[in-house]
């Protein structure tokens, strides 16, 4: 008997290794073994058990070991990985390690939770009862419920609509069935408060969370007592897709619009469209939920792909907070808030209101230059400006985190006074603390936030009220529920709208409307500031009614003309290396064997190729950055990357396959 193993390398191809009479019985297909490889020992995958392989006798190896043999793929997830493969231009090793980490293994000391409440405090929120809900939300777990087959339904609900209310009803739908759940969150920082209100409903013996801070020993425990059918309820971030369930009913995705479901390495998998195929395979159902759905989504819901569910009111009829737009034209340079702005915070912190301050940006002052001779600090790895971080009285590059001292003068012409320019969490914190000394202020960004634990204070205090004002990045636009905030302060709308990337304006509409959702939450209502240099600009506009319905039209007719997403699919094909000259003639020769290849394939009027050009962001870490893209049918593209070269180096030029990307920066 032979095993056909895969191992997680760039390399597509098939090893074939022998059973000895120690291991054959525990080899099954899924499983991971070690094996002799080359010159070293590597972990593998078992595709497939064969009775013969098409090998000499002095290339028969044997299997030493089996890996962790508790923790396998399931034949689901085997199917999934083949489907990960082919739409992610990844080998089988490398889909399969995604959803099973070589990492993942047996500690040398198991360290089992007798139960969640020790990882994350249960806060009594006074949940509504399942049977308690509005007509809308009725209608929506009936809609939802009322067909027996496979569906994807995109529940597009106004923020404080209670989404919420309708996953927990059809969680217990899927419970009473005898099946599973995975509910997938965009950001750690939401775990904490969705564990939470779980727990009120349905005990915390049957729940688990995953996400990448996790120690080893909770990661092996909580995929092992999947396994085991011991939990029923996974919460976690995108890889939680990949949890190892034999009875999966249910996947909810919440806020999906947001780009942080897309992985960042290889493979380049997007845990919306992975979901959407596990559901497939598992015979599951999948919730997509937004207040701000992706283009690409609303756009199938109207189109039939999906079904769309709407809720439009707002839990208990409560109006959207009023958006109060401000010309920072008219702003001073030396100030990050309007007088408005200030003066509602000091109003808000007199009644024991609290306050939650954007800002998408880390660090103090996002550059520093020289108003005498132009000089700008720039980072030495990459081509951007360095980013002036003043907790650490340091220069810091947000793409490689180099760090540079701060000069006391122009390096370049000697001049002794520096200009300090833009906006950051820190500058607003800064500010705040200066008008306020006397409150509690918390800044929340990755700068602050370094483990989960974190989180979970952060979470506990603000619904205790020991924090006035809340100020920080992403991490704290969306999802978050505290009735008690009733100013939000959007300190600058143009730092994602000025990108050049075409989702720039899909990505400010949803930052405005999701912001501006964490208030008016409670019976003391809201305000929003929303401070921009564009306030005549159809993005603001339309955010500023809360109106999506305007914002798509618009922005659906700007895709079709330039025959963006969705009315296309796009691959982007990243070439990055340390010669200039080479990634340049690299990525011509490339894009030359790709037209050969449509034309062979006869596909050179369903795909189109732009470039190759330099990437927005050219120089990174030292290495230059070329990159061609592809547009096409989905099955088009799949079809040309089986025919060209999709291996990892071409002549010490890296290659990066990205399909689907979320930005082409």
């Not at 489907?83 to 990492?103: D, Q």
């Not at 008690?484 to 509409?509: S, W």
């Not at 039209?553 to 990055?576: D, G, H, M, S, T």
Request: with cysteine; aromatic share 10%; charged share 25%.
């Amino acid at each position: 008997m032979y095993a056909e193993v895969v191992f997680p390398i760039p390399v597509n191809k098939v090893f074939y290794y022998k059973l000895s009479d120690s291991v054959a019985s525990h080899v099954r297909r899924g499983v991971r073994v070690l094996t002799p490889f080359k010159t070293k020992e590597k972990v593998g995958y078992v595709n497939n058990i064969i009775n013969k392989a098409e090998i000499t006798d002095k290339e028969i190896k044997y299997i030493k070991d089996v890996y962790s043999p508790e923790l396998y793929l399931t034949e689901e997830l085997l199917q999934l990985g083949e489907w990960l493969s082919k739409r992610y231009v990844c080998t089988l090793g490398e889909a399969y390690n995604a959803i099973l980490p070589v990492n993942l293994r047996t500690p040398k000391r198991i360290l089992l939770r007798k139960d969640v409440q020790q990882d994350y405090t249960v806060i009594t929120q006074n949940p509504v009862p399942l049977d308690q809900l509005t007509s809308e939300q009725k209608n929506a777990v009936e809609t939802i419920f009322s067909s027996t087959i496979h569906n994807v339904y995109l529940l597009f609900g106004v923020t404080a609509s209670g989404k919420t209310q309708v996953y927990f009803h059809c969680i217990y739908r899927v419970l009473s069935a005898g099946k599973d759940i995975i509910y997938l969150l965009p950001e750690i920082s939401l775990t904490p408060q969705f564990v939470s209100r779980a727990i009120e409903y349905f005990g915390k013996n049957i729940i688990r969370v995953w996400h990448s801070r996790l120690s080893l020993s909770e990661r092996y425990e909580t995929y092992h007592s999947i396994l085991e059918g011991k939990v029923k309820i996974l919460i976690g971030a995108r890889s939680a897709i990949f949890a190892p369930f034999k009875n999966l009913g249910l996947i909810i995705i919440d806020e999906e619009h947001e780009f942080t479901y897309k992985q960042d390495q290889k493979p380049y998998y997007h845990a919306r469209d992975t979901a959407i195929e596990r559901a497939k395979i598992n015979n599951a159902k999948v919730i997509l939920g937004s207040a701000t759905p992706s283009i690409e989504s609303y756009y199938n819901a109207l189109s039939g792909k999906y079904v769309l569910i709407r809720l439009k009111e707002r839990f208990a009829q409560r109006s959207h907070a009023k958006i109060h737009v401000v010309d920072m034209r008219n702003l001073s340079p030396k100030s990050t808030m309007c007088d408005e702005l200030k003066n509602d915070i000091k109003k808000c912190i007199e009644k024991k209101e609290q306050v939650l301050l954007f800002i998408n940006r880390r660090g103090f002052s996002t550059y520093i230059h020289c108003n005498k001779c132009g000089w700008t600090a720039q980072c030495v790895n990459c081509k951007i400006s360095l980013v002036y971080h003043r907790d650490v009285d340091k220069l810091v590059c947000h793409l490689c985190s180099y760090e540079d001292r701060v000069p006391t003068s122009c390096p370049r012409c000697g001049k002794f006074k520096l200009h300090f320019g833009g906006i950051g969490t820190e500058r607003v914190e800064s500010e705040i603390k200066f008008l306020h000394p006397y409150i509690k202020v918390q800044r929340v960004d990755l700068d602050t936030i370094t483990s989960r634990y974190i989180y979970e204070k952060i979470y506990k205090d603000i619904l205790e009220k020991k924090i006035d004002v809340l100020i920080g990045t992403q991490m704290i636009g969306k999802g978050f529920d505290f009735p008690n905030i009733t100013l939000v302060g959007i300190i600058n709308a143009d730092i994602m709208l000025n990108l050049p990337d075409f989702r720039a304006a899909e990505r400010t509409f949803q930052m405005i409307v999701q912001v501006s959702g964490r208030t008016g939450r409670g019976i003391l209502g809201g305000k929003v500031y929303l401070q921009t240099y564009n306030p005549n600009s159809y993005v603001i506009t339309t955010a500023v009614e809360y109106d999506y319905e305007k914002f798509y039209e618009q922005e659906i007719q700007l895709r079709k003309i330039l025959n963006y997403p969705p009315f296309v699919y796009f691959a982007r094909i990243i070439f990055v290396g340390k010669d200039e000259k080479r990634v340049k003639s690299v990525s011509e020769k490339y894009a030359k064997d790709l037209h050969t290849t449509l034309s062979v394939l006869g596909l050179e009027k369903r795909i189109a190729l732009v470039g190759p050009l330099t990437a927005p962001y050219s120089y990174v870490r030292k290495k230059y950055r070329w990159q061609i893209l592809i547009k096409g049918d989905v099955k088009d593209i799949e079809r040309l990357f089986s025919y060209v070269h999709t291996g990892p180096v071409i002549k010490n030029v890296r290659l990066i396959i990205d399909v689907d990307p979320i930005d082409i920066l």
